[in-house]
């Protein structure tokens, strides 16, 4: 089961430095106009060979793209390969900038 998270409580872990991984799945001209510091970039169009790099399926894993569309087929793909603690990130980096939170360049 993929679960969901929103951006407060993903900006929550961030702040306490808990032991997730953050994946931005979306595309390289959008990474580079901001993303979320703790952030791996692995773009979906290259997702089945970039999610190789993941290699422990007990991580709690969020999935984030734009608006949380990409993102869940990414942690769908996830749950296939075995991973257990997935999360799609509520309205992607559109509800993070609308919190106010920081992204970097």
């Not at 951006?7 to 994946?23: A, R, S, T, Y």
């Not at 190789?52 to 996830?78: E, F, H, I, N, W």
């Not at 992607?92 to 939170?101: K, P, T, V």
Request: hydrophobic share 35%.
């Amino acid at each position: 089961m993929i679960g969901s998270m929103t951006v407060q409580e993903l900006h929550e872990k961030i702040q306490n430095k808990e032991d997730i991984i953050l994946i931005d799945v979306r595309e390289q001209k959008e990474w580079d106009e901001g993303h979320i510091e703790q952030a791996q970039f692995l773009p979906l169009s290259t997702f089945e060979e970039q999610a190789k790099k993941l290699t422990d399926p007990t991580k709690v894993v969020v999935c984030q793209c734009r608006s949380g569309k990409r993102s869940l087929t990414a942690a769908t793909y996830l749950m296939g390969e075995g991973f257990e603690n997935l999360f799609n990130l509520e309205g992607g980096i559109l509800a993070w900038n609308e919190a106010g939170y920081e992204t970097v360049k």
